[in-house]
C-alpha cells in the first residue's frame, strides 16, 4: 500500500494543534500520527528523528510566520504604522484562532531537554521582538522605549493566552490585542 499524500500546510496545522494542546512532553506520536492524517509509520519515515524532529519543524514554521506575517508586515515601506499594526494583529488574531488557541511557545518552552527547541524558540520570540521595535521605532519612540513595548506585546499577548486558556475566556486574548494597539500609539 502506498503512504498516504498529506498537504504540507495540513500536516504542520494538526501537528502545531497536538503540541499547542498538550505540549511537547505530553505529545504522543499516536496523537501526532492522528493529527497529521498520517499512519504512524508514515509519520516516522517523514519525520525519523520522531518528536524532537516534528517540534524543530513546527518552530521553524512559527519562525517564518512571525517573519511573513509581522516582522514583513511591520517593516514594510510606503505603509502607515496604524495600517500595519491592524494587519499584524490580524493574522495574530488568526494564528491564535480568536484566543481558543494556546501559545506555542510556552507550550514547547515547557522542559522537554532539548537545547534546541530553546533555540529556536528564543529565534522566534526575537523575531516578534525585532519586527515591534522597528513599529516603535516608525512611531517616533527611541530605540530603547520601542524594544521595551516590543517586548511588552509579547508578554501581552502570549500571557494573554496562557490566562485565556487557564479560565476558559478568550475575551483576555481581545483585551490583549486591544491593548497592544494602545502600546503603540505615540501621542
Not at 502506498?2 to 494542546?21: F, N, T
Not at 481558543?100 to 507550550?107: E, M, W, Y
Not at 506585546?153 to 500571557?159: F, T
Request: with cysteine; hydrophobic share 45%.
Amino acid at each position: 500500500m502506498r503512504p498516504q499524500k498529506i498537504d504540507d500546510a495540513r500536516l504542520i496545522e494538526g501537528l502545531m494543534s497536538v503540541l499547542q494542546s498538550k505540549g511537547f512532553e505530553g505529545a504522543s506520536l499516536n496523537d501526532l500520527a492522528q493529527a497529521s492524517g498520517l499512519q504512524k509509520a508514515s509519520l516516522y519515515h517523514r519525520f525519523p528523528g520522531g518528536k524532537n524532529e516534528i517540534a524543530i519543524m513546527v518552530l521553524r514554521f512559527v519562525y517564518e510566520w512571525i517573519k511573513d506575517n509581522l516582522y514583513l508586515v511591520l517593516t514594510e515601506k510606503g505603509v502607515a504604522p496604524a495600517t500595519k499594526l491592524q494587519r499584524a494583529v490580524q493574522h495574530i488574531r488568526q494564528l491564535y484562532h480568536n484566543g481558543d488557541k494556546s501559545c506555542i511557545l510556552n507550550a514547547l518552552s515547557l522542559d522537554s531537554g532539548l537545547v534546541v527547541l530553546g533555540d529556536e524558540i528564543g529565534k522566534a520570540m526575537q523575531l516578534w521582538i525585532d519586527a515591534f521595535t522597528a513599529l516603535g521605532v516608525e512611531q517616533g519612540f527611541t530605540a530603547a522605549q520601542a524594544k521595551a513595548k516590543a517586548r511588552q506585546s509579547l508578554i501581552l499577548v502570549q500571557g494573554s493566552l496562557v490566562l485565556a486558556r487557564g479560565l476558559g475566556d478568550p475575551s483576555h486574548f481581545h483585551k490583549a490585542l486591544t491593548d497592544l494597539k494602545l502600546l503603540f500609539v505615540n501621542e
